[in-house]
């Protein structure tokens, strides 16, 4: 049996689309169809080589819901229900060792130094090869969490759950936020757009959104936002002056930087109110230093700025969970769908941001 797949041989260049034998699998593995597969702005970074954790040639895309074709053993999801042949899943990107300080002593599996991701850590051309989304079929480790998936649900509308989703969860999970709060967001995509489902799910009361695309700005309120303003008819000091306005004058409790603009970043430190935070979700590969004044930017203020790397299974169904509880408002976000054999047309509109998510239909 062969598989067909996507593949990145050499950075900035069209994918190539290959035959790949399906390998033997070992104990453990599950071989899934792939449904659908979400491009990520990550896979971006990766195709225009500014990711360094690049391997070549690789098989792109750790965004994925897929159908189990066969097992190696038995399996269990993380329900503890046996896993059958023909049954829809998605999976964590990450797979973490289960072994480690982080992983036991802290329990913060997306710190696990030997953590590794589906279509970003593993080329294509080492065994079990089908190692990424962008293919009619995946190979997954032995060590992968599965996650049941229902017939009912739309695989493209869940994809990116398991990164945006999970991302913006992950962040949220590090943040105390209260009843009442006030927290604005820089950027209204997919990173943003969850964060505006869960700060409306932790009780905010006003939720305010910066960006420049009118389309975007608009999903944003239909998922919660009660304030859009937009950056290209706002300068830096109006887009203050409205946040202070809302607040009283006190600032905004919580900042979340989900644009991964360094601008953004500085911006909305100066947002905060005394002892507010600033949520850095939207940083996925190096893009540059952040100057700041620590006395007066920081410690004066007594503000708190949290990083965020990555996501665990926690985060991951939290995030499946706001999806299913909103699907036709994040059914929105999927605003492209493209074959297989397109993969290189579907990474080009998510470059030029004509797309807001596009996913491959690998088997459609």
């Known amino acids: 049996m062969n598989a067909i797949a996507a593949v990145l041989t050499?950075?900035?260049?069209?994918?190539?689309?290959?035959?790949?034998?399906?390998?033997?699998?070992?104990?453990?593995?599950?071989?899934?169809?792939?449904?659908?597969?979400?491009i990520c702005g990550s896979d971006v970074h990766m195709w225009h080589g500014k990711d360094p954790r690049t391997p070549l040639p690789i098989i792109l895309g750790h965004e994925g819901v897929g159908r189990v074709v066969a097992i190696a053993?038995?399996?269990l999801d993380i329900?503890?229900?046996?896993?059958?042949?023909?049954?829809?899943?998605?999976?964590?990107?990450?797979?973490?060792c289960g072994l480690c300080y982080y992983c036991q002593g802290l329990h913060e599996p997306a710190l696990c130094p030997n953590r590794w991701a589906y279509g970003i850590h593993r080329p294509?051309?080492?065994?079990?090869?089908?190692?990424?989304?962008?293919?009619?079929?995946?190979?997954l480790d032995a060590h992968t969490p599965l996650i049941p998936h229902a017939e009912t649900d739309d695989p493209a509308t869940y994809v990116s759950a398991s990164c945006s989703g999970a991302t913006a969860a992950h962040g949220f999970d590090q943040i105390k936020q209260r009843p009442g709060d006030t927290c604005v967001v820089y950027g209204p995509g997919p990173l943003g757009a969850y964060s505006v489902a869960l700060a409306r799910a932790g009780g905010a009361e006003q939720v305010m959104v910066i960006g420049g695309s009118p389309a975007r700005l608009a999903l944003c309120k239909n998922l919660g936002a009660t304030h859009l303003l937009d950056r290209h008819a706002l300068s830096a000091e109006q887009q203050r002056q409205a946040v202070f306005e809302v607040t009283r004058g006190r600032g905004a409790d919580l900042v979340v930087e989900a644009s991964g603009s360094l601008s953004a970043a500085h911006e909305g430190?100066?947002?905060?109110?005394?002892?507010?935070?600033?949520?850095?979700?939207?940083?996925?590969?190096?893009?540059?230093?952040?100057?700041?004044?620590?006395?007066?930017a920081v410690v004066r203020k007594n503000v708190r700025i949290q990083g965020v790397w990555v996501s665990d299974t926690a985060h991951t169904l939290h995030a499946v969970s706001l999806v299913r509880q909103h699907p036709n408002e994040f059914a929105a976000l999927v605003t492209h769908r493209f074959a297989l054999t397109q993969a290189t047309e579907a990474l080009r509109v998510v470059t030029d941001r004509s797309a807001l998510k596009a996913v491959l239909l690998p088997n459609f």
């Open 10 to 38: 050499a950075f900035n260049q069209p994918l190539a689309l290959q035959e790949i034998p399906v390998p033997e699998l070992t104990p453990g593995q599950v071989l899934v169809q792939v449904e659908a597969a979400g």
């Open 73 to 75: 053993g038995s399996r």
């Open 79 to 96: 329900y503890g229900q046996v896993l059958d042949p023909g049954q829809r899943i998605l999976w964590e990107r990450g797979v973490s």
């Open 124 to 139: 294509s051309n080492r065994p079990p090869y089908l190692v990424g989304c962008y293919a009619t079929h995946l190979v």
């Open 269 to 296: 430190l100066d947002l905060l109110r005394p002892g507010g935070t600033l949520l850095l979700v939207g940083f996925g590969t190096p893009i540059g230093e952040m100057n700041i004044a620590p006395f007066e």
